[in-house]
């Protein structure tokens, strides 16, 4: 049976752990762990002796297949996700394998098979960015209709009096949804944070961070312009920007 060194990457920590320990447990030696699309860049400029990189489609910043879909060369990669829509358009290319989590180790083990029996291949970077979806778009309202909004372009979503604001910096667009709670459930795969009650972060779109009272954070997403994180949600916004420390 052909040893295999995989690569993790997976912003979290649990789910990261628990795929390398499958992966160990099933005979493989996992070379390295990684949190974001940025350290998997940086992974991926020095030359690596490894077999498969077992990616999640989702993390903060740039997301790994966009990072792939930049680089020339690759090895074999197998996406890992919550969400099957992204795996139906993986799939679609009948030289990608996926898993949705939870990882449980029979489908893992099918997967590893796949791999040995070189069913899964190196995908180049057209293929690459075939499989990224096509930017996601929403409603605002424009005098007496709507016209459509990007999300790429908006940094954060504001509740108001039971309205919905998408916000870019200072710039806000009144859309159709009376909750932040279904600005998630429209976009789960954007790795949104609540920072506050009235406060939907796109984690990707901030520039920086400073302290604020003790135990808080604001977050620049603009030019001289900062949203205060509450202290509740301060080490998880650390987190996803990996600052450690101010």
């Known amino acids: 049976m052909k040893h295999l060194n995989a690569l993790v990457v997976d912003d979290e920590p649990l789910a990261r752990e628990r795929l390398s320990r499958l992966l160990q447990e099933a005979g493989c030696s996992v070379v390295a762990e990684l949190g974001d699309g940025l350290a998997l860049l940086q992974w991926l400029k020095e030359p690596q002796e490894v077999d498969v990189i077992f990616l999640d489609i989702q993390m903060p910043g740039p997301?790994?297949?966009?990072?792939?879909?930049?680089?020339?060369?690759?090895?074999?990669?197998?996406?890992?996700?919550?969400?099957?829509?992204?795996?139906?358009?993986?799939?679609?290319?009948?030289?990608?394998?996926?898993?949705?989590?939870?990882?449980?180790?029979?489908?893992?083990?099918?997967?590893?098979?796949?791999?040995?029996?070189?069913?899964?291949?190196?995908?180049?970077?057209?293929?690459?960015?075939?499989?990224?979806?096509?930017?996601?778009?929403?409603?605002?309202?424009?005098?007496?209709?709507?016209?459509?909004?990007?999300?790429?372009?908006?940094?954060h979503f504001e509740l108001e009096h039971e309205r919905v604001w998408a916000c870019r910096g200072l710039n806000r667009y009144l859309t159709r949804w009376a909750t932040?709670?279904?600005?998630?459930?429209?976009?789960?795969?954007?790795?949104?944070?609540?920072?506050?009650?009235h406060l939907l972060l796109r984690p990707?779109?901030?520039?920086?961070?400073?302290?604020?009272?003790?135990?808080?954070?604001?977050?620049?997403i603009a030019p001289k312009v900062e949203l205060l994180v509450s202290r509740a949600m301060t080490p998880r916004t650390r987190e996803c920007l990996r600052f450690d420390a101010l």
């Open 63 to 155: 997301s790994g297949m966009e990072v792939l879909a930049e680089v020339a060369t690759c090895p074999p990669v197998v996406f890992v996700t919550a969400h099957s829509s992204y795996a139906v358009r993986a799939f679609e290319l009948a030289a990608v394998d996926y898993l949705l989590k939870p990882v449980f180790e029979d489908r893992l083990a099918k997967c590893l098979q796949r791999l040995r029996d070189h069913l899964i291949r190196p995908l180049n970077a057209m293929e690459l960015k075939s499989l990224l979806p096509p930017p996601a778009r929403f409603p605002i309202r424009a005098g007496e209709g709507e016209i459509f909004m990007e999300l790429e372009h908006i940094t």
């Open 180 to 197: 932040l709670a279904e600005v998630e459930e429209a976009f789960p795969e954007d790795g949104m944070l609540r920072i506050q009650r």
């Open 204 to 220: 990707r779109m901030v520039k920086g961070i400073r302290p604020a009272t003790v135990g808080r954070i604001k977050v620049m």
